[in-house]
């Protein structure tokens, strides 16, 4: 199969999500103006991607299996066909709900 996504923007996440870091990912995307990035196809297995900025990020049949995604912003993302995505969605959406719930409390 081919490689469909932006291997710099790859790896610069790949490098953020090994040091369980997102903030240099982050101001990347501030920097950038949250600019489409191409990540179709990527193998994202096992990422550290909490409160990573996605927004505008295309992750189509992207494989997010046993990815941590805690508070991701997925605004505008493309998440069609992705593996496991609705575990992802899941992560976003009990993070969300956990704020909420704290913000109650």
Same mark, same amino acid.
């Given at each position: 199969?081919?490689?469909? /996504?932006?291997?710099?923007?790859?790896?610069? @996440?790949?490098?953020?999500?090994?040091?369980?870091?997102?903030?240099? !990912?982050?101001?990347?995307?501030?920097?950038?103006?949250?600019? +489409?990035?191409? *990540?179709?196809?990527?193998? *994202?297995?096992?990422?550290?991607?909490?409160?990573? &900025?996605?927004?505008?990020? &295309? *992750?189509?049949?992207?494989?997010?299996?046993? #990815?941590?995604?805690?508070? #991701?912003?997925?605004?505008?993302?493309? %998440?069609?066909?992705?593996?496991? !995505?609705? %575990? /992802?969605?899941?992560?976003? @959406?009990?993070?969300?709900?956990?704020? +909420?719930?704290?913000?109650?409390?």
């Amino acid at each position: 199969m081919a490689f469909w /996504y932006d291997k710099k923007a790859y790896a610069l @996440l790949k490098k953020c999500s090994d040091k369980l870091d997102m903030r240099e !990912w982050n101001e990347y995307r501030k920097v950038t103006n949250h600019s +489409l990035v191409n *990540l179709r196809y990527a193998n *994202l297995e096992n990422f550290y991607l909490i409160d990573a &900025d996605l927004q505008n990020v &295309d *992750l189509q049949n992207t494989n997010f299996n046993k #990815a941590k995604c805690t508070g #991701a912003n997925v605004e505008n993302a493309n %998440i069609s066909k992705s593996f496991n !995505w609705s %575990i /992802y969605i899941q992560y976003i @959406l009990f993070s969300s709900l956990g704020a +909420l719930l704290l913000i109650f409390i």
